[in-house]
């Protein structure tokens, strides 16, 4: 009975899970510090149209982690998502990407580019969301027209009512949005024709078999469709190839993005356009 009891207790203090509980706690706190210490940096990945010149780039956040070095987001956003830490985060994100878009007004090669930012759902839903977004715009002095939100399909599924509120309030100030990683979440496609939406994120995991997979092509081929017939512009994620680019070339695939056309960047290392 009591070896049971004792069997039980130690099973319940996995030192293995117990561990995964500290290493998550401690990276917590290390994130917290880290974002006050400015460990954040964000780097940008090119957008690029179907001559291959760029229109714009996404922002996408890397943490230099003091001992671990650089650690990529799929590794801490969720983290701060459950944590809440992704509010400072995301604000961090995008104070820094309104700085880029005025620092590409200054210069006449990049005069123009657009900057998308991803938003995470814990962040929009923040009750002072569009108060920061306006707030960090003023004080940067970036030109909203070219800011771009990403959201995903998993935000619009709590209150519409609200989620179209404050999209409209954005838009009205010039402030785009995108469906990012499109196709792959649970919402229902009404909500394309209630919201303000300017783009749609073609999902990587549809691009890297477009080739080998009828489904894949099948589904690309109508998320295309639907963009044009509601007027969205459309981006394809994760073009690794020039097959994957001419089969999209060819079903009418405006813009894309993905390591054929560039890599994530720190912002210094951002190439004026290759010729
Ligand atoms: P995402 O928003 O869908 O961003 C695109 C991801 O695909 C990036 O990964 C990018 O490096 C990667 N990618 C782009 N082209 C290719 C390609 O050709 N092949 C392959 N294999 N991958 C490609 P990354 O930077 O690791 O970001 C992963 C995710 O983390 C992002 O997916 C986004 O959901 C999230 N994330 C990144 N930065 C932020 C941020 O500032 N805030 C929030 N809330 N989430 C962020
Ligand atoms: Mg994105
Ligand atoms: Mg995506
Ligand atoms: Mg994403």
Not at 75 to 96: D, K, M, R, S, Y
Request: contains cysteine; hydrophobic residues 45%.
């Amino acid at each position: 009975q009591a070896k049971d009891a004792g069997r039980n207790t130690q099973r319940f203090f996995d030192p293995v899970m117990q561990e995964t509980v500290l290493a998550r706690a401690a990276l917590a706190a290390q994130l917290r510090l880290g974002l006050e210490r400015g460990e954040l940096d964000v780097y940008l990945q090119p957008v690029v149209d179907a001559q291959g010149r760029r229109v714009g780039a996404e922002a996408l956040v890397r943490w230099r982690h003091p001992q671990r070095g650089l650690v990529p987001p799929a590794e801490f956003i969720p983290l701060a998502e459950q944590n809440g830490l992704i509010v400072a985060v995301g604000q961090q994100v995008l104070e820094t990407a309104c700085r880029q878009l005025v620092a590409w007004q200054a210069d006449a090669a990049t005069r123009g580019l657009t900057l998308s930012v991803n938003v995470s759902a814990r962040q929009f839903h923040q009750g002072d969301f569009v108060r920061q977004v306006l707030d960090t715009l003023q004080r940067t002095g970036a030109d909203a027209n070219l800011l771009k939100l990403e959201l995903t399909e998993s935000l619009l599924l709590g209150d519409v009512d609200e989620v179209v509120r404050k999209m409209r309030t954005l838009r009205a100030r010039g402030v785009r949005f995108s469906i990012d990683d499109f196709g792959t979440g649970y919402s229902s496609l009404a909500y394309l024709k209630q919201l303000p939406l300017d783009e749609i994120k073609i999902d990587r995991s549809f691009i890297e078999d477009v080739l080998g997979d009828a489904n894949d092509a099948s589904i690309v081929q109508t998320i295309l469709l639907l963009a044009r017939s509601l007027s969205l512009k459309v981006v394809a994620e994760g073009v690794e190839n020039a097959l994957q680019q001419d089969f999209l070339v060819r079903h009418g695939c405006p813009y894309f993005q993905g390591f054929l056309w560039g890599r994530p960047v720190p912002a210094s290392q951002w190439a004026p356009q290759a010729a």
